[in-house]
């Protein structure tokens, strides 16, 4: 006989004796047992990948191999096994002296199953540790080869690439909608290697030496002794740095305005922030500032969508970007250059380029368009793909190269240096995710999670035993050769240059920027953060600042804290709005827009609500029909029931009924109080539109959903509008969306 057949006779008669000892087999009752020894079920097939998925391109454009690992096969074989590929027979069930025994040392399997489990989790990322990320191309237009010979601006050179979107001071699960910086990291997998362009959304920076940046994140990030609040500036040591260190109002200025909440990432501008340094194949140079374009244009939330959205769903920004790409409405950018003369004074139109806290107006140097992004394709595995990537500003490709902005040259620092603590070595980027699509030929070895298994006696230059291999590569070669550029001399000192004392005058230049409607919104959020913090002080000393960028904005501020206005203790500036900076009054294409369509029990007629849907998703938005149960309405499928639904999923409503209220509703607020005209709708439906009207969305209203609106009472005011069939109202309702905000609808006390 085979010695299989003999194990398994042994295997049964182990089983048999188990089971007959312990039998009945009583779930729960002393004496019995779950019997371990069954057969493994039959192996199915591997659920197929969906086709938006995909692990990071293992091979280059051009066929070159990147080294990337294909597929893993988690979850995709047949059997089981451990990690060094041993078949298992039972993974529930740990090894026990009996079935009512201790555990027994010796068993491998649990020990490591639980080992690994124990340290699944890396340390998260210092700052912008809350993310997501999609893989995408770029596309040069070959329109920036006057000032760069980078090969991936080349026109209609496709480049692979990965982008990270984050917010700053949250923890890795925090919510996404707080107000903050949201960061915008591009790794692209060029020919001639990676370059990371590891932006903002917001052009301007805190701080204007990088020595500065533990202090500021510690200040924003959670109070030492209570941990809180998560993901908040509104708190004494946010408003104590700010304050004190007055370089860092611009930024924060740009943060209590709606670039703090964007309503998507796919509706944001991406910042260089610095100034950089590009090359030509001339050799000639030219000091550039790069924007990412949003094609959907820029729009925000209102600060009460936001803060209800972190409790409804606390993963927006994952999700839209995700429901977006897996629906095929790719995001899509243009990336931009500022250019600016290579001059010795680093100066332009009297702003100096080095000082990451001042930017330049598009109106006096226009964004340059060099190319186009687009993502379609979200990651297979979050934590391989996003949370492993690692990006770092000095992955430089030949043209591009850096400034001396005392921010960027500390960074050039620290990106490195961080992965080391949180991927556990020097050796992240042979990560699939960071690997290049270049081909590698370095000479750094060992280190821990090394994963190649190099070749070769002399990792040294020059050597004789290796051939000499590898050799360095000429200036025609497309070696990255760094720029002579002359250091003046000068003493070795602790100090900034002259120009960067001027804190308040770019400040002054974006509210002044900005319409009535966004400088309400300004502050509105100096007050509700400045009215978070305990220490007057604090309060009475960002007054202070505001003082000295606009009078107007500091009386309102000041009035909203119940505080006395103070005297600007310099003069304001005398500087010109670049209206570029607003986003109110420009018309985007609606792509992506969701629109929900509440109907009721007895909604007659479900053609006409069928035809408004699929007008929508002809026109490239989303809609969601909002009903009072699940299941079916006609021929309808209810996609939201009241009880699930919040307005601030919705960028419009459209109310093809006026449903009664149902018995799970909550009263409304006049029923309860035992008024006599108790509302006839669902209060859950009155407060949708009550709260879609308050955040200034289109409403449309036909048939009996007319009569939601008189409840309401926003029936015939900006915005609200109703027709005679669906198709009518949907028109009308699509004629607003461009604006993306009923703008009319928000007070403006400001002019
Ligand atoms: Fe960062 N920053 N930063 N930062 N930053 C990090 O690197 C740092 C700054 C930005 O999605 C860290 O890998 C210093 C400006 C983004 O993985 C760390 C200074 C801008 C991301 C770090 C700055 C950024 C980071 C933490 C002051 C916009 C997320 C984890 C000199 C131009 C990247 C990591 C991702 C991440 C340091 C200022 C953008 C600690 C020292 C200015 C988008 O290295």
Redesign the pocket.
């Known amino acids: 006989r085979k010695p299989t057949e003999v194990v398994k006779d042994v295997v049964e008669a182990a089983a048999a004796k188990v089971t007959n000892a312990l039998t009945p087999d009583v779930p729960g009752k002393p004496g019995s047992v779950t019997p371990s020894l069954t057969e493994p079920t039959d192996p199915t097939g591997p659920p197929p990948p969906s086709k938006e998925q995909g692990t990071p391109a293992t091979v280059s454009p051009t066929g070159v191999a990147t080294g990337a690992p294909p597929i893993s096969k988690a979850q995709q074989g047949d059997f089981l096994t451990t990690s060094t590929g041993t078949r298992l027979r039972d993974t529930d069930h740990s090894l026990k002296a009996g079935p009512r025994g201790p555990v027994l040392l010796q068993d491998h399997h649990f020990r490591e199953k639980m080992t690994h489990f124990d340290h699944e989790r890396i340390p998260e ?5 809350r ?1 997501t ?1 999609a893989h995408g191309y770029f596309i040069g237009y070959g329109t920036a080869a006057d000032v760069t010979r980078a090969a991936f601006l080349a026109k209609d050179v496709r480049t692979e690439v990965f982008v ?3 917010t ?1 001071l949250g923890s890795r699960g925090s919510a996404d909608t707080v107000r903050d ?5 591009t790794k692209f997998y060029t020919e001639e290697g990676n370059f990371d362009l ?3 959304n ?1 052009p301007v ?3 204007q ?6 202090d ?2 510690h200040a924003g990030k959670p109070h030492p002794d209570r941990e809180i609040p998560q993901a908040q500036s509104a708190h004494d040591t946010f408003w104590d740095f700010v304050s004190l260190h007055t370089e860092a109002q611009h930024h924060t200025m740009w943060n209590m305005s709606d670039r703090g909440i964007p309503r998507s990432y796919r509706m944001m501008e991406g ?4 100034t950089f340094r590009l090359v030509n194949a001339a050799g000639d140079t030219a000091l550039v500032k790069f924007h990412w374009k949003p094609k959907l244009g820029v729009h925000s939330l209102t600060w009460e969508e936001a803060q209800l959205i972190a409790g409804v769903d606390p993963d927006y920004h994952r999700r839209d970007l995700y429901d977006a790409i897996e629906a095929g409405a790719f995001p899509e950018w243009e990336l931009g250059l500022q250019v600016f003369p290579d001059t010795a004074d680093e100066t332009f139109a009297g702003v100096d380029l080095l000082d ?1 806290t001042k930017m330049v107006p598009e109106e006096l140097a226009p964004v340059q368009p060099v190319g186009r992004m687009v993502l379609d394709r979200t990651p297979t595995n979050f934590f391989a793909e ?1 949370e492993q ?5 000095g992955h430089l490709p030949p043209g591009i190269d850096v400034t001396n902005d ?6 050039l ?7 080391i603590t ?1 991927l556990a070595g020097p050796n992240f980027n042979q990560i699939p995710v960071n690997r290049p699509h270049a081909p590698v030929n370095d000479m750094l070895r060992d280190g821990f999670h090394q994963q190649a298994v190099h070749g070769g006696v002399a990792p040294y230059r020059p050597n004789s035993l290796d051939g000499g291999n590898p050799f360095t590569a000429g200036a025609d070669q497309a070696a990255f050769a760094d720029l002579p550029v002359t250091v003046t001399e000068a003493p070795k000192v602790r100090a900034s240059p002259a120009s960067f004392a001027d804190h308040y005058s770019q400040v002054r230049l974006f509210w002044l920027s900005m319409t009535p409607v966004e400088r309400e919104h300004i502050i509105n959020a100096y007050t509700f953060e400045l009215s978070r913090c305990y220490h007057q002080e604090i309060r009475e000393r960002q007054l202070q600042c505001l003082a000295n960028i606009d009078p107007v904005l500091c009386a309102e501020v000041a009035a909203g804290l119940g505080l006395p206005t103070p005297e600007a203790t310099e003069p304001v500036a005398d500087v010109a709005p670049s209206p570029a900076l607003s986003q109110v009054g420009q018309a985007w294409p609606p792509d992506g827009r969701v629109i929900g369509i509440v109907v009721g029990p007895q909604t007659g007629g479900t053609e006409d609500v069928d035809a408004v849907r699929r007008t929508i998703l002809g026109a490239g938005m989303v809609p969601l029909v909002i009903g009072p149960h699940g299941g079916l309405i006609g021929d309808l499928t209810v996609q939201r029931t009241f009880a699930a639904a919040r307005s601030v999923e919705f960028d419009a409503l459209l109310l093809a009924a006026a449903p009664a209220p149902s018995p799970d509703a909550i009263p409304a607020r006049d029923a309860k109080a035992g008024a006599s005209d108790s509302a006839t709708v669902d209060p859950r439906v009155l407060l949708l539109i009550d709260e879609a009207w308050r955040h200034g969305k289109a409403i449309g209203a036909w048939g009996t959903g007319a009569e939601a609106l008189q409840q309401v009472g926003v029936a015939g005011s900006p915005g609200v509008v109703t027709g005679e069939d669906g198709a009518a109202t949907l028109e009308a309702v699509q004629a607003l969306l461009p604006l993306h905000r009923v703008w009319d609808r928000f007070p403006a006390s400001v002019a």
């Open positions: 990322r210092v700052v912008h540790a993310g990320g990270r979107f984050s700053v910086t949201r960061g915008f990291a590891v932006g903002n917001i920076f805190f701080i030496d990088a020595i500065k940046f533990p500021v994140i910042f260089g922030v610095h990451p996003v990537s690692a990006f770092h500003l005392p921010l960027l040259q500390g960074r620092f620290s990106y490195v240096d961080t992965q949180r």
